[in-house]
C-alpha cells in the first residue's frame, strides 16, 4: 500500500515537469487567487483595527462649572454608569486636570510661568463618557441636554461628524471586503478552470500510457492518483509562493500602516500567526487544486 502510494506520488511529480508550461500557468493563477484570498484576510484586520482605534478615541466630555458640588459630579456619574448605552465613565477632578496639563505642556515654558503666577486652579472637573457603540452617543449627549444638568454643567458637545467619519469607515471596510470576496471567487473560479484543463490536457496527451495500465491490470486510485496529486502539487506550490509574496508586501508596507493607524503592527501580526496564514493558503490552495483535478478525472478518465 505504500509503495503504491509513493508511486502515485512520484507519477504526480512527473506529470507536473511533463506538462512544463501549463504547469507553470496554473500555478501563477492559482498564485493569484490565493493572493487575492490573503488580502482580503490582511484587509479585514486592518480595517477592524483601524475601526476600533476611531472608535476608542471616540467620547464625550462634560465639563462641571467651578462651583459645583463634588457630589452632584458624583451623582451624575451614576446616573450615566446606569444607561445602557454607556460603556465606562472617567472623572477628572480639577486637580487631577491640572496635573495632566502640567505634564502635558511641562517642556513649554511659557505655559508654566502663566500656570504658576495664577492664585487659583484654572481648569473645570470633567466626566469622559465612551458609549458601547457610536449611533449611542447621540442618545448620550440628549440625556445629558435636559434641562435639569444645564444649571452647572457646561457640555462639550458631542460631534456628530466623528461618529460620521466611524459609520462611513465601517461602509468603506464593508465594500472593501464585498469586493476582496467576490474577486477570491472570480480568481479561484478562473484557477478551478485552468487546472481543469491542463489535467484534461495531460489525460489526453497520456491516453496512450493509461490504455497500457489497464492492460497491465493497474487500478483505478493507481490510474487517477497521480493527475489528483498533479492538482495538489500546483496549490501547494502556489500556497508557498503567494505567502512569500505577502511577507515581502507587508515587510514594505507595513511601516506605513503603522503612521496612519499606530495600534496597527501589521509585521509584528505576520510573525505571530505566520503558521496559521500560511495553514489558510496551503488549505485553500490544496482544497482548488485537488477539487479541479478530481472534477477532470471524473469526466474525461472513464475507467
Known amino acids: 500500500m505504500l509503495t503504491t502510494f509513493l508511486r502515485i506520488i512520484k507519477y504526480g511529480f512527473l506529470g507536473f515537469w511533463r506538462n512544463g508550461w501549463l504547469s507553470t500557468v496554473t500555478t501563477i493563477i492559482m498564485l493569484l487567487a490565493l493572493l487575492v484570498f490573503e488580502g482580503l484576510i490582511i484587509t479585514n484586520i486592518v480595517a477592524n483595527t483601524a475601526i476600533s482605534s476611531l472608535e476608542n478615541k471616540l467620547d464625550i466630555s462634560v465639563y462641571f462649572k467651578s462651583e459645583t458640588p463634588e457630589d452632584e459630579i458624583l451623582r451624575l456619574k451614576k446616573l450615566?454608569?446606569?444607561?445602557?448605552?454607556?460603556?465606562?465613565?472617567?472623572?477628572?477632578?480639577?486637580?487631577?486636570?491640572?496635573?495632566?496639563?502640567?505634564?502635558?505642556?511641562?517642556?513649554?515654558?511659557?505655559?508654566?510661568?502663566?500656570?504658576?503666577?495664577?492664585?487659583?486652579?484654572?481648569?473645570?472637573?470633567?466626566?469622559?463618557?465612551?458609549?458601547?457603540?457610536?449611533?449611542?452617543?447621540?442618545?448620550?449627549?440628549?440625556?445629558?441636554?435636559?434641562?435639569?444638568?444645564?444649571?452647572?454643567?457646561?457640555?462639550?458637545?458631542?460631534?456628530?461628524?466623528?461618529?460620521?467619519?466611524?459609520?462611513?469607515?465601517?461602509k468603506i471596510s464593508d465594500?472593501?471586503?464585498?469586493?476582496?470576496?467576490?474577486?477570491?471567487?472570480?480568481?479561484?473560479?478562473?484557477?478551478?478552470l485552468i487546472t481543469f484543463n491542463t489535467i484534461r490536457l495531460a489525460i489526453y496527451a497520456n491516453r496512450e500510457e493509461i490504455s497500457i495500465m489497464r492492460l497491465v491490470g493497474a487500478s483505478n486510485i493507481f490510474t487517477r492518483g497521480p493527475y489528483i496529486v498533479e492538482g495538489i502539487i500546483y496549490?501547494?506550490?502556489?500556497?508557498?509562493?503567494?505567502?512569500?509574496?505577502?511577507?515581502?508586501?507587508?515587510?514594505?508596507?507595513?511601516?506605513?500602516?503603522?503612521?496612519?493607524?499606530?495600534?496597527m503592527n501589521l509585521w509584528q501580526y505576520l510573525l505571530s500567526n505566520s503558521i496559521e496564514l500560511i495553514g489558510y493558503q496551503l488549505l485553500f490552495g490544496v482544497g482548488l487544486g485537488a477539487f479541479s483535478s478530481f472534477i477532470a478525472v471524473r469526466k474525461y478518465l472513464k475507467i
Not at 441636554?145 to 460620521?164: E, R, T, V
Not at 465594500?175 to 478551478?192: D, M
Not at 505567502?243 to 503603522?258: E, N, Q
Open 80 to 170: 450615566l454608569e446606569e444607561l445602557a448605552e454607556t460603556k465606562s465613565v472617567e472623572y477628572i477632578s480639577k486637580n487631577e486636570a491640572l496635573a495632566i496639563f502640567k505634564e502635558k505642556h511641562q517642556d513649554d515654558s511659557t505655559i508654566s510661568a502663566a500656570l504658576d503666577e495664577l492664585k487659583n486652579n484654572p481648569l473645570l472637573a470633567s466626566l469622559n463618557i465612551k458609549a458601547n457603540e457610536t449611533k449611542n452617543y447621540a442618545v448620550i449627549n440628549a440625556y445629558l441636554n435636559q434641562d435639569s444638568f444645564k444649571n452647572y454643567i457646561d457640555l462639550a458637545p458631542y460631534s456628530s461628524d466623528q461618529g460620521l467619519i466611524i459609520e462611513r469607515s465601517i
Open 175 to 192: 465594500t472593501l471586503k464585498k469586493l476582496g470576496l467576490i474577486s477570491t471567487i472570480i480568481f479561484a473560479s478562473i484557477a478551478v
Open 235 to 263: 496549490g501547494i506550490i502556489a500556497g508557498f509562493l503567494s505567502f512569500a509574496v505577502m511577507v515581502l508586501i507587508i515587510y514594505g508596507t507595513s511601516r506605513y500602516v503603522k503612521t496612519f493607524i499606530p495600534e
